[in-house]
T-cell receptor, first 115, second 115 residues
Framework: DQQVKQNSPSLSVQEGRISILNCDYT??????FLWYKKYPAEGPTFLIS?????DKNEDGRFTVFLNKSAKHLSLHIVPSQPGDSAVYFC??????????????FGQGTILTVHP | KAGVTQTPRYLIKTRGQQVTLSCSPI?????VSWYQQTPGQGLQFLFE???????NKGNFPGRFSGRQFSNSRSEMNVSTLELGDSALYLC??????????????FGDGTRLSIL
C-alpha cells in the first residue's frame, strides 16, 4: 500500500527554468510533509517542509505547496541549477506518539538540470 | 557539527549469516531511525529508538532487530540473511523523533550485499 506516491520517475529541465516535482498521498492523517534530496552514494538531505495547516512554505529557491483537499503537494525550484540534479523524495509524517521517528517516503523523482 | 555516521559503508555477506550495522547520531540527538532502501520498495521504515527504547516499528520480520545505547548510538542486526536483504540501510537521527520539531538527518548508509 503506497501511501505516498511520486508518479514521475524522472524530470528533465533547462538551467534557469522552473522545476516542479509532484507528490500525492492517500492518508488524510498525515500532518507534516518533507522534501529530501539525494545524491549518489550519499544519504538524503533535508530540503524543506510544510505543516498541514499551511498551504505554502518558501525557502530561497525552493517553495513547497500543499493542497490538502487534493492530497497533493509539489516542490518548485526556481531557478533550476545543474547542481540541483539529484533524486528528490517526498515524505510524510503522522502526528503524535504512534509515529515517532517514522517517515513514509515516495519512490523518488530523478531531476536532471541541463546547462 | 559532525553528521550522522554509519559504519561500515559496504558489507558483503552470504545467505544464512548475520550482520550488525552501526550508527552514531548527531551530538544531542536522542532519536535514531533505521530505513531500508531497495530499488523495488523504495525507502521503508524499520524501527526507531529513543532513550534506549524501541518506540516504533515497521513491517519487517523479527530477523531485523536493533538497540540503542546510553550515548544514543544505535546498532541494527539482521540474522539469517536472505538474498532479498541486499539493500542500502540508512540511519537517521533527530532531537526527539517528531518531524514537526526537527527533520531527520540521514547518514550516508551501509550498502549490504548478500551472495
Amino acid at each position: 500500500d503506497q501511501q505516498v506516491k511520486q508518479n514521475s520517475p524522472s524530470l528533465s529541465v533547462q538551467e534557469g527554468r522552473i522545476s516542479i516535482l509532484n507528490c500525492d498521498y492517500t492518508n488524510s492523517m498525515f500532518d507534516y510533509f518533507l522534501w529530501y534530496k539525494k545524491y549518489p552514494a550519499e544519504g538524503p538531505t533535508f530540503l524543506i517542509s510544510i505543516s498541514s495547516i499551511k498551504d505554502k512554505n518558501e525557502d530561497g529557491r525552493f517553495t513547497v505547496f500543499l493542497n490538502k483537499s487534493a492530497k497533493h503537494l509539489s516542490l518548485h525550484i526556481v531557478p533550476s541549477q545543474p547542481g540541483d540534479s539529484a533524486v528528490y523524495f517526498c515524505a510524510a509524517s503522522l502526528a503524535g506518539g504512534t509515529s515517532y521517528g517514522k517517515l513514509t517516503f515516495g519512490q523518488g523523482t530523478i531531476l536532471t538540470v541541463h546547462p | 557539527k559532525a553528521g550522522v555516521t554509519q559504519t561500515p559503508r559496504y558489507l558483503i555477506k552470504t545467505r544464512g549469516q548475520q550482520v550488525t550495522l552501526s550508527c552514531s547520531p548527531i551530538s544531542g540527538h536522542r532519536s535514531v531511525s533505521w530505513y531500508q532502501q531497495t530499488p523495488g520498495q523504495g525507502l521503508q521504515f524499520l524501527f526507531e529508538y529513543f532513550s534506549e527504547t524501541q518506540r516504533n516499528k515497521g513491517n519487517f520480520p523479527g530477523r531485523f532487530s536493533g538497540r540503542q545505547f546510553s550515548n544514543s548510538r544505535s546498532e541494527m542486526n539482521v540474522s539469517t540473511l536472505e538474498l532479498g536483504d541486499s539493500a542500502l540501510y540508512l540511519c537517521a537521527s533527530s532531537l526527539d523523533g517528531d518531524a514537526f520539531n526537527q527533520p531527520q538527518h540521514f547518514g550516508d548508509g551501509t550498502r549490504l550485499s548478500i551472495l
